[in-house]
């Protein structure tokens, strides 16, 4: 929403991968970074099996350094134990592993990105309260099938809501 000015989260589609009571975690999907696939693998002695130009994206803020995956549903890194259904056709890992695996045989659905964006306690509720973030369901063919430029006006729409219509307001979405 306008009234949230962090610049991280400008225009941002964030999926949230887990909230309780402890805080919030989740990655944002749509701000490409300049890295590749191949130069991220290569700084962790693997091999990238994939397309040159896969990129990695920014995941947010939080611990930069640390790597996560959205897989789609015909991942065979789906299958492993470290990787987490979070709904029909979205897979979420966070391994060494995982990514590993990914390498060698990249789906054709994934996201890859660096960094986090994390909440504590009560913050993320708090920020709903003042208006901050629209809450919309997770949709696999937002995020594997939109390009990351158009995901937040799709999402927005796809909720019924004209982009250009936003203003500054209290309450939750």
């Known amino acids: 929403m306008p009234q949230l000015r962090d610049p ?4 941002t589609v964030v999926l949230l991968v887990h909230h309780d009571g402890e805080g919030t975690f ?3 999907l749509n701000r ?6 191949i130069g ?3 700084t962790l002695d693997l091999s990238w099996g994939g397309a040159p130009e896969k ?5 947010g803020p939080v611990q930069p350094q640390t790597g996560w995956l959205v897989m789609g549903e015909s991942s ?3 299958v492993h134990d470290d990787v987490k259904r979070l709904v029909d056709g979205v897979y979420f890992a966070g391994s060494l592993e995982a990514l590993r695996n990914v390498a ?3 789906p054709e659905q994934l996201h890859m990105m660096l960094g986090y964006a994390g909440w504590g306690p ?6 709903l309260v003042e208006g901050a973030w629209i809450l919309a369901p997770v949709s696999s063919e937002a995020i594997f099938d939109v390009d990351p430029s158009m995901m937040w006006d799709h999402v927005l729409r796809s909720l019924g809501i004209d982009p250009s219509t936003l203003v500054p307001s209290r309450g939750i979405h």
């Not at 490409?32 to 696939?37: G, Q, R």
């Not at 990129?55 to 995941?59: K, L, N, Q, R």
Request: aromatic residues 6%; glycine residues 12%.
């Open 122 to 127: 009560g913050q993320l509720e708090a920020e």
């Open 104 to 106: 060698a045989e990249p």
């Open 32 to 37: 490409p970074t300049e890295i590749t696939a």
């Open 40 to 42: 991220l693998c290569s």
């Open 76 to 78: 065979t890194a789906s």
């Open 26 to 28: 989740g990655v944002v």
């Open 8 to 11: 991280n989260f400008h225009r």
């Open 55 to 59: 990129g990695i994206d920014w995941g």
